[in-house]
Structures are given as structure tokens and as C-alpha cells.
């Protein structure tokens, strides 16, 4: 009797997507920087420091981050506030 002999072979694939969008930042007056600067979400703000966004307000609280509120209530985020901060943490 003979024996059958089987070869199997297994392919892994794997695939990285990368997806850049716009950040969600205006350019507004900070009046701590006494500047136009770029402003983000909070939410963007969070990515781009690579915290929580519990993180950015507790900074906010603490008096570490700039801001700003938007008319319609929203709150943004000073984007130099954001990287000293980064820069002295390091």
C-alpha cells in the first residue's frame, strides 16, 4: 500500500493601512500666547500628545494647557501650549 504524502503550504498576509485626514485645528488668537496660533479638539489634542482626553483637561484644569471656548461652546486647545507641555514633560 502506498502512503500519500501531502504538502500544505500556508501564506499570512498582512496589510497596514495608514488613513491621514485634516485635523480638526483653526487657527485662532490665543491670549496667553498673544498669538494666532493653531487650535485643536480636545479629542485631536489627545492623539497628538498621545494621552486621554481626561489627560487634556486635567492639563487644562491645572493651568498647563491653553484654550479657548468656541461660541457654540465647544473648547479648543492651544497647539504651543500643547507641545511646551510635551517638550517639558520629556
Request: proline letters at 2%; one cysteine or more; glycine letters at 6%.
Amino acid at each position: 500500500m502506498r502512503s500519500r504524502r501531502r504538502t500544505e503550504t500556508i501564506i499570512e498576509t498582512h496589510e497596514v493601512w495608514i488613513v491621514r485626514r485634516r485635523a480638526n485645528k483653526s487657527s485662532v488668537w490665543c491670549g496667553e500666547c498673544h498669538a494666532q496660533v493653531a487650535m485643536f479638539t480636545p479629542e485631536v489634542a489627545a492623539r497628538l500628545a498621545s494621552v486621554s482626553q481626561r489627560t487634556i483637561y486635567r492639563w487644562i484644569e491645572a493651568g498647563s494647557l491653553h484654550f479657548t471656548e468656541t461660541p457654540d461652546g465647544g473648547l479648543l486647545v492651544c497647539q504651543a501650549s500643547l507641545l511646551a507641555g510635551r517638550v517639558a514633560e520629556i
